[in-house]
Every structure is written in C-alpha cells, then in structure tokens.
C-alpha cells in the first residue's frame, strides 16, 4: 500500500514531517511512503541511509499557513499538498496526510480527490479522548460551517462504518450532540436531525450533551462543524490551561514538588491520553479516497500515528464501505 505524505506542511515541516515518516517506514511491514515536496529538502532529513520503502516526488511550490484555500488548491498545482491528492485521485496512493493549511487540504479533498457520490458535505473527523480510553469519534469538526439535517445524517452513517470498521465496535451509539438530551431541545437544525437520525440504520440513542462526552456518553457524536470546532477548541484548551496550572501548582515550593514526584506517573498517563499527538490524524470522510489531516504542530509521533490509521483504514476497506452503505439510501 502507498500512503502519500505532504513533507511540506506544518509548523515542523520537512523535518519532523519526515522523521515520522522514517520512523514509520522502518515499523510498518507493507507500507511504501510517498513523501511529496522539495526533494532537496528532504533529501537533507532523510540522511544517507534511506528505506527502500521511501520514495520522493518533487514538487515545486508549497501551500502556506495564510493562502486563500480555494486560489492556492486552484493556482499552485504543483505545490506538495494539490500533488499528494492529485496521486491519490490518479490511484497511485491509497492515502495521504498532511499538516498544513486545514482549508486547503478540505479544498484539496474536494476539488483535487473528489467526493464520493451521494456525499453532499464530508465531515472532517477525531477520535476524543475519554477517561475509560476508548474514546469518541467526533464529526464533523469544522470542515463545514454550516449544515442541513442531511448532512448530519450522512455523518451518523459514515461515523458508525468507521467506528465499526477501525475500531471493532458492534452498533456503536450514535449521539446528537445538543443543549438537552431531550428530543425536541435545540435548534431547528437539530431538531429535524433528530428525527431523521431516528429512522436511519444506526443505533441512535438520542441528544447528548458536551459534558458527558469525556465520560463516553456516546460512541459517535454528531455535529454541525461550527458547534464541533468549538466544542474541540474549548477541550483543548482547558486540556492546556490544567496541566499549566497543575505545572505552576507543583513548582511553587518544595513540599509541592515532593508531592509532585508522588503523582507525577498519573499525570504523564493522563497528559498521555489528552494528547493528539498520541491519536493520529483526523481523516475527511466522504472523499473518493483517504485524506487525513495532522494538527498543524505535529511532532514525528503523530505523523507516525497517522501513518498507522492509514494504514488501518485502507486494510479495512473504509472508503468502499462508505461508498456502499451511501448508495443504498
């Protein structure tokens, strides 16, 4: 399998960019790593020693941070991002990943990949962290900012294939995210969600509030992109706030730091399971191919860990899955 990486995007791009690609071609039997970029540059963090299993295709121009995404998919054809998707399009990838511009690689996923038929809006997808580690899959969180009721059905069926199909799960339960959990709570948009996610082929188990999702209250949790990103945002950054205090706390004197050398263990598990770097990238379902997007400041082990969902997502046939379940509705 050939999962195509931009070496060019993100904030530690090409170097840890490409040391996680080296790192998880050195792990991943039947893997061959496409990286996509300056070669030059690459070249110069790829070392002497490169895997057979790594191939580099030269491209000219990169997709900044600050582009316009529709004018730089469009303009800069040649760029690292537009010529991962374009091998995807072309079936000389399976998969690709990238760290850069979120609004280019959605553009790219539309314009360059492609939609799958009978997909209106793909969703862009992440697994949440829980306390009991099995974690929640979140769609969409902000490939799209507005939504109808039928996208958000789409949602709940792609996220149930992925949940079963990546992660084992039988009749995963599907929650509306909403301000009640109960049915006629919310907006007009969830509210006709609501109903139509109760007719389909899922196993819905109604409303679901933001508060209760760290505690598994759900399987897959249904959204609007603009309630999603914000949703994931405000997590993130109290995820952020508490260990900076929790840090602060235990460096002000030297009865805090002894109790610190006491607790430390827990909290590396616990910073450990709040992670992103630890749960890979967030794929854009709904494409006619696997796109993955990596947290623009990915390290080498979240580019590892995208890899590795690649990799899974292409063995379990995620995209046919999809795009047979969408074309009997």
Known sequence: MRIAIDAMGGDHAPSLIVKGALEAASEMHGVRILLVGDADQIKTHLGAQVPPNIEIVHADDVIGPDDEPVKA????????????????????AEAMLSAGNTGALMTTGLLVVGRLEGIERPALVSMLPTMDDVGVLALDLGANMDAKPEHLLQYSIMGSIY????????????????????????????????DLLEAAPIHFIGNVEARDVLLRNCDVLVCDG????????AMEGTAGTLFKTLRDVFSSSLLSKLAAA????????????MDYNEHGGAPLLGINGLVFKCHGSSDVKAVKNTVRQAKLAIESNLVASIAAEISRK
């Open 73 to 92: 998919v469009r303009r800069k054809k040649s760029s690292s991002m537009v010529m991962a998707g374009q091998l995807v399009r072309e079936g000389k």
């Open 163 to 194: 949940r079963a199909k990546m992660n084992g799960l039988n009749k995963p339960r599907v929650g509306l995210l909403n301000v009640g959990t109960e049915a006629m709570k919310g907006n007009e948009l969830t509210k006709a969600a609501f």
């Open 226 to 233: 603009f309630a999603g990103n914000i949703m994931l945002k």
């Open 262 to 273: 006491v607790v430390m263990p827990k909290l590396r598990l616990l910073r450990k399971k």
